[in-house]
C-alpha cells in the first residue's frame, strides 16, 4: 500500500537552529509533493509544493525541501528556526498516476522551539 | 477571498446518535474533498466529490457515514449512528482545476464520541 513516512515525531530546537524533517514515500511511479503546517489553533497551510522541475522547492517563511527521487525523499529544512515555528508540519503525496487526487500524509511532526 | 469553511468546529454526542458536519468550500473549486485524524494517527482520505458527483469514496470507513453535495456547492457528512471510534478532527479541503493541485483545508470539525 503507498504509504508516507515521517521519521521524527517530535522535535524540540533551540531558536537559530537548523532543521530538517524527514519524509519518505513508496510509490513507484510520478508524484506530486507537499508540505502543509498547522499553527496552533489553526487550519492547515501550504507551506511548499512539488510537482515538477527544480528538485529544490522554496517555499513560504524561509523552508525548503529538496525532492530526491532515488530515495524517494522530501526533506523539509529551514536554516535557522524561530519561536514561530512552532507548530505540526505534515508531508502529503499525490501519486498521479493512480488516477486520484486525494492526499496520503504522513504522520505528521510537531516542533517545539524554544525561546 | 473567503477560505474552506467547516461547522460546527466541536461536537459531543453519544454513541448511537446522529451528527452531520458541514463543509463551505472555497466559490468556484470544484474538488471538495473530506479527510479525518483519529488522535495519533495520520490525516486519512475518506471521499472526493467533483462537483456533485462521488469521484473517489474508496476512504470511506463504512456505510454509517453518508456524504452528499448536493448542487455541487456545500458538503455535508452526516454520520449515523456515531460510535466511539469514530472520535477525531474532520477536515475538508477543496481545489481547483482538474484535481493534483493544493487543496486548500478548513479549521476542522473535531468529532467527540462518547
Known amino acids: 500500500a503507498q504509504s508516507v513516512s515521517q521519521h521524527n515525531h517530535h522535535v524540540i530546537l533551540s531558536e537559530a537552529a537548523s532543521l530538517e524533517l524527514g519524509c519518505n514515500y513508496s510509490?513507484?511511479?510520478?508524484?506530486?509533493l507537499f508540505w502543509y503546517v498547522q499553527y496552533p489553533g489553526q487550519h492547515l497551510q501550504l507551506l511548499l509544493k512539488y510537482f515538477s522541475g527544480d528538485p529544490l522547492v522554496k517555499g513560504i517563511k524561509g523552508f525548503e525541501a529538496e525532492f530526491i527521487k532515488s530515495k524517494f525523499s522530501f526533506n523539509l529544512r529551514k536554516p535557522s528556526v524561530q519561536w514561530s515555528d512552532t507548530a505540526e508540519y505534515f508531508c502529503?503525496?499525490?501519486?498521479?498516476?493512480?488516477?486520484?487526487?486525494?492526499?496520503?500524509f504522513g504522520t505528521g511532526t510537531r516542533l517545539k522551539v524554544l525561546a | 477571498e473567503a477560505g474552506v469553511t467547516q461547522f460546527p468546529s466541536h461536537s459531543v454526542i453519544e454513541k448511537g446518535q446522529t451528527v452531520t458536519l458541514r463543509c463551505d468550500p472555497i466559490?468556484?473549486?470544484?474538488?471538495l474533498y473530506w479527510y479525518r485524524r483519529v488522535m495519533g494517527k495520520e490525516i486519512k482520505f475518506l471521499l472526493h466529490f467533483v462537483k456533485e458527483s462521488k469521484q473517489d469514496e474508496s476512504g470511506m470507513p463504512n456505510n454509517r457515514f453518508l456524504a452528499e453535495r448536493t448542487g455541487g456547492t456545500y458538503s455535508t457528512l452526516k454520520v449515523q449512528p456515531a460510535e466511539l471510534e469514530d472520535s477525531g478532527v474532520y477536515f475538508c479541503?477543496?481545489?481547483?482545476?482538474?484535481?493534483?493541485?493544493?487543496?486548500?483545508f478548513g479549521p476542522g470539525t473535531r468529532l467527540t464520541v462518547t
Open positions: 510509490y513507484g511511479g510520478t508524484v506530486n
Open positions: 479541503a477543496s481545489s481547483q482545476g482538474q484535481g493534483g493541485h493544493e487543496q486548500y
Open positions: 502529503a503525496v499525490i501519486p498521479t498516476a493512480s488516477g486520484t487526487y486525494k492526499y496520503i
Open positions: 466559490s468556484g473549486h470544484d474538488n
